[in-house]
């Protein structure tokens, strides 16, 4: 829904309500609620009254991209401004050659059943849970964005972006997105520019940009946070902070191996081997499979890639 439509700075802004964008986040935020302390008592709420639904969403994590795959994938421009309703219409109609053009960005592959699987959650969840959580967002959010749109017009919209973030930055020509790296623009590049709000985008700061167009997306909290630092956060970093684990890390880096083998090229037991292999688990950082009669452990270096954006996120 376009509730305003100006030029500044050679720049199309467009304020927009966007359904779609807020239910998938919505989701991402019930797929990991550890994470989104300012939604923590929302999702417990959900969770209380639909557990059978919320642990299907989490079920689906790793073939949705956390339920990202339509907002963060190519046809986001193509869908960004349908309602709900519409967008679960044409989910529905594409086949599964179109279902994986979509979804290849992210690596997945997914046979009918599995894409049947996502539609009927999908649906669900909007008919369930939030249909009724939409009645409330769409007026709340819209009278929000109709304040944010006078302020734009009265800063521009350079100076209305950098109070988007703290880690997203306007530096004379570029616009700088702190994430697990810097991302620079050009602003000479940027076209348009779709303004929105959100009650679940926090603490990311959301990052879409393609054919010139950027969405930039201001936080909107509605509950306190109950913790200052997220649970997960400490076990990571707990599990980091220890000689031994940092060693068996080391030796992971360089392949799979199993508990016997890294209790040989360690000098240490079994049983201190699996102890701390037990920590690394806990925190994510492992992920362990059988060989025949044996355990085998992988370490997932793409948790130590995202360990700033993390820190970042958590003290930001």
């Given at each position: 829904?376009?509730?305003?439509?100006?030029?500044?700075?050679?720049?199309?802004?467009?304020?927009?309500?966007?359904?779609?964008?807020?239910?998938?986040?919505?989701?991402?935020?019930?797929?990991?609620?550890?994470?989104?302390?300012?939604?923590?008592?929302?999702?417990?709420?959900?969770?209380?009254?639909?557990?059978?639904?919320?642990?299907?969403?989490?079920?689906?994590?790793?073939?949705?991209?956390?339920?990202?795959?339509?907002?963060?994938?190519?046809?986001?421009?193509?869908?960004?401004?349908?309602?709900?309703?519409?967008?679960?219409?044409?989910?529905?109609?594409?086949?599964?050659?179109?279902?994986?053009?979509?979804?290849?960005?992210?690596?997945?592959?997914?046979?009918?059943?599995?894409?049947?699987?996502?539609?009927?959650?999908?649906?669900?969840?909007?008919?369930?849970?939030?249909m009724r959580e939409e009645r409330l967002l769409r007026?709340?959010l819209a009278r929000i964005m109709q304040k944010e749109?006078?302020?734009?017009?009265?800063?521009?919209?350079?100076?209305?972006?950098?109070?988007?973030?703290?880690?997203?930055?306007?530096?004379?020509?570029?616009?700088?997105?702190?994430?697990?790296?810097?991302?620079?623009?050009?602003?000479?590049?940027?076209?348009?520019?779709?303004?929105?709000?959100?009650?679940?985008?926090?603490?990311?700061?959301?990052?879409?940009?393609?054919?010139?167009?950027?969405?930039?997306?201001?936080?909107?909290?509605?509950?306190?946070?109950?913790?200052?630092?997220?649970?997960?956060?400490?076990?990571?970093?707990?599990?980091?902070?220890?000689?031994?684990?940092?060693?068996?890390?080391?030796?992971?880096?360089?392949?799979?191996?199993?508990?016997?083998?890294?209790?040989?090229?360690?000098?240490?037991?079994?049983?201190?081997?699996?102890?701390?292999?037990?920590?690394?688990?806990?925190?994510?950082?492992?992920?362990?499979?059988?060989?025949?009669?044996?355990?085998?452990?992988?370490?997932?270096?793409?948790?130590?890639?995202?360990?700033?954006?993390?820190?970042?996120?958590?003290?930001?």
């Amino acid at each position: 829904m376009v509730l305003d439509k100006f030029e500044d700075d050679n720049v199309e802004v467009v304020f927009v309500y966007l359904p779609v964008w807020e239910m998938f986040f919505s989701m991402h935020v019930l797929a990991d609620s550890e994470h989104h302390l300012y939604r923590r008592r929302w999702a417990k709420r959900i969770s209380e009254k639909e557990p059978d639904l919320v642990k299907s969403i989490i079920d689906l994590n790793e073939a949705t991209a956390k339920w990202l795959f339509v907002i963060d994938g190519p046809k986001w421009s193509q869908m960004r401004q349908m309602e709900i309703e519409e967008l679960i219409s044409n989910l529905q109609k594409m086949n599964i050659y179109q279902w994986n053009d979509m979804i290849e960005y992210t690596g997945q592959r997914m046979e009918i059943d599995g894409r049947d699987a996502v539609i009927r959650v999908i649906k669900e969840y909007y008919e369930r849970v939030f249909m009724r959580e939409e009645r409330l967002l769409r007026p709340y959010l819209a009278r929000i964005m109709q304040k944010e749109r006078e302020v734009c017009r009265r800063l521009g919209i350079w100076r209305w972006c950098e109070g988007i973030h703290p880690r997203l930055l306007v530096e004379g020509d570029c616009l700088v997105y702190r994430k697990d790296r810097e991302y620079r623009y050009q602003k000479a590049h940027v076209r348009r520019i779709y303004a929105m709000a959100s009650t679940f985008v926090n603490p990311h700061l959301w990052l879409y940009k393609g054919d010139g167009e950027l969405e930039m997306v201001k936080e909107v909290l509605t509950e306190q946070a109950e913790d200052d630092i997220p649970n997960h956060c400490v076990l990571v970093f707990k599990a980091l902070g220890d000689h031994t684990r940092l060693k068996i890390i080391k030796l992971l880096m360089q392949g799979t191996l199993t508990t016997q083998e890294i209790s040989l090229k360690m000098g240490i037991s079994e049983a201190g081997v699996s102890k701390h292999l037990r920590i690394l688990n806990q925190a994510g950082l492992v992920r362990k499979s059988m060989k025949g009669h044996y355990v085998e452990y992988h370490f997932l270096t793409e948790r130590i890639d995202f360990i700033p954006y993390t820190f970042y996120e958590m003290i930001m």
